[in-house]
């Protein structure tokens, strides 16, 4: 039976599939914020690895396939942020002072954990594009000397936390405007968090879409400064 899934090009294909289709059933069944689907998903495929005896490079060999569609699946997002194009014009000082200040706060934060923790060098550059969307975090991390896949992990520990918790956080501190709620959903979650920015509303979701892309090349800049920083 292992013999048969690792020969498989499709193994990795279905199993992504199904564990997430699995993921949404007990989201829209619980209806709570642990159930993430991705978070589900995550978990199920890799308990299924390991009781299946199966090696990850032969599960990736075709669940890459639908890695392919991440950049195109981000690019899409620019729809709803040109349906809210004027909105966009009328509050752009404080959507570019928003991401910005976004942006250092997560650099920053950085590092301060290895400076208070002694990271080493590619521990620290690991870390540094932990907000933003996997398509540009991994270039960022392989070409400064980090870990690609602990980046691709903890970007994705990133975007799931942000999708859980980024509801109650704007409730506890009372951030009511649909504008704030997104440039700091997106900011600091990437596409994951994006998509309960969507489900909270479309201004939400185009100013967390525009944050993504507005994000990510500002954290490319950023984070070769800060690279520098911490040796």
Not at 14 to 24: C, D, K, N, R, T
Not at 123 to 141: C, H, N, R
Not at 192 to 207: D, F, R, S, W, Y
Request: proline residues 3%; charged residues 10%; negative net charge.
């Amino acid at each position: 039976m292992t013999e048969l899934l690792q020969n498989s090009v499709y193994f990795g294909v279905i199993i992504s599939i199904l564990s997430y289709e699995a993921g949404l059933f007990l989201k829209k069944k619980c209806k709570l914020a642990i159930c993430n689907p991705l978070l589900i998903a995550t978990a199920a495929t890799m308990i299924f690895l390991i009781l299946s005896n199966v090696p990850y490079d032969s599960y990736y060999e075709g669940a890459k396939y639908i890695s392919y569609l991440l950049t195109p699946a981000t690019v899409c997002l620019a729809i709803p942020l040109y349906e809210q194009f004027e909105m966009l014009k009328n509050n752009w000082k404080a959507i570019v002072f928003g991401i910005l200040s976004g942006v250092l706060t997560s650099l920053v934060c950085v590092l301060v954990m290895a400076i208070l923790f002694g990271l080493g060098h590619a521990e620290y550059v690991t870390l540094l594009p932990k907000s933003i969307t996997t398509a540009i975090g991994m270039g960022i991390s392989e070409e400064l000397g980090g870990y690609v896949t602990i980046s691709v992990a903890i970007i994705i520990i990133t975007g799931v936390l942000g999708n859980m918790f980024a509801e109650g956080i704007c409730r506890i501190f009372k951030i009511e405007d649909p504008v704030a709620k997104g440039i700091a959903i997106g900011t600091s979650s990437h596409a994951i968090g994006t998509t309960k920015a969507m489900e909270m509303g479309e201004i939400e979701g185009a100013m967390s879409s525009l944050s993504i892309a507005v994000a990510g090349l500002l954290t490319v800049v950023g984070a070769s400064i800060f690279a520098g920083f911490w040796i």
